[in-house]
Structures are given as structure tokens and as C-alpha cells.
């Protein structure tokens, strides 16, 4: 079991940023794929970015391309996410998750909610027009 508990959500003016933190409670920490999903309301969750196990590679959904960073310290069993520039678009519950599916690198498999057995209880993030 990998416990995940997000935090540094809020409310925020368009332009703002925001930086989420997900701790996770095992030291294996760095043999997980680390990834961020978001519900916005009345949708299905969605796929935000994800950072491999390994070579610390990471990728976004075209929506946060150059406005959002992953970002991972395993020294703290930590993965971080930076927003910037953030639109009222982004307003969701970001939930992050952790994936032992794959070799290590990062795949097509990282981009479904399936591929991820733990996840946390996610954090409201509002960014006002």
C-alpha cells in the first residue's frame, strides 16, 4: 500500500500559480510512476502530466503543455506539480497517483487512470476570472 496526500490547493486569479505537493508515506517511493489527473465538475477525470521512475522524463496533456511542471525529489518520497499562468479552466479537484505498470519509462499506458492503483484524495484548485 502507498498512502498519497496532496495538498497546496486553493483559490487563485487567472494568471496566478499554484504549486501542489504529494507526499507519499513508503521509502519505494522511487520505484513508482508519479502522475497528476484532474476532475473538473460535472466531467470525467482527465490525464494532467506524469514523470517516469527512472530517468525522470515527464510529459503533459496538450491543456498545461508549457504552463505546468512535474517534478519529483525521491529523497522526500515527494512529486510536485507548478502551475502557472493558470485559467479558470483549470478549476478541478487534482488528485495525484502512483503506477507500477511499465518498464520504468514512460508509455501510453501513463496517460489512463487505470494504470494507477494508488491515489490520493485529491485538492481543490479554483482559479477565478
Not at 497546496?8 to 501542489?20: E, F, H, T, Y
Not at 482527465?46 to 530517468?55: G, H, M, N, Q, T
Not at 511499465?102 to 479554483?126: D, I
Request: proline share 5%.
Amino acid at each position: 500500500q502507498v498512502q498519497l496526500v496532496e495538498s497546496g490547493g486553493g483559490l487563485v486569479q487567472a494568471g496566478g500559480s499554484l504549486r501542489l505537493s504529494c507526499a507519499a508515506s513508503r521509502r519505494t517511493f522511487s520505484t513508482y510512476t508519479m502522475g497528476w489527473f484532474r476532475q473538473p465538475p460535472g466531467k470525467e477525470r482527465e490525464f494532467v502530466s506524469a514523470i517516469s521512475r527512472s530517468d525522470g522524463n515527464a510529459v503533459y496533456a496538450d491543456s498545461v503543455k508549457g504552463r505546468f511542471t512535474i517534478s519529483r525529489d525521491n529523497g522526500v518520497n515527494t512529486v510536485y506539480l507548478q502551475m502557472n499562468s493558470l485559467k479558470p479552466e483549470d478549476t478541478a479537484v487534482y488528485y495525484c497517483a502512483a503506477s507500477g505498470v511499465g518498464p520504468g519509462t514512460l508509455g501510453p499506458v501513463h496517460y489512463s487512470p487505470r494504470s494507477y492503483a494508488y491515489w490520493g484524495q485529491g485538492t481543490q484548485v479554483t482559479v477565478s476570472s
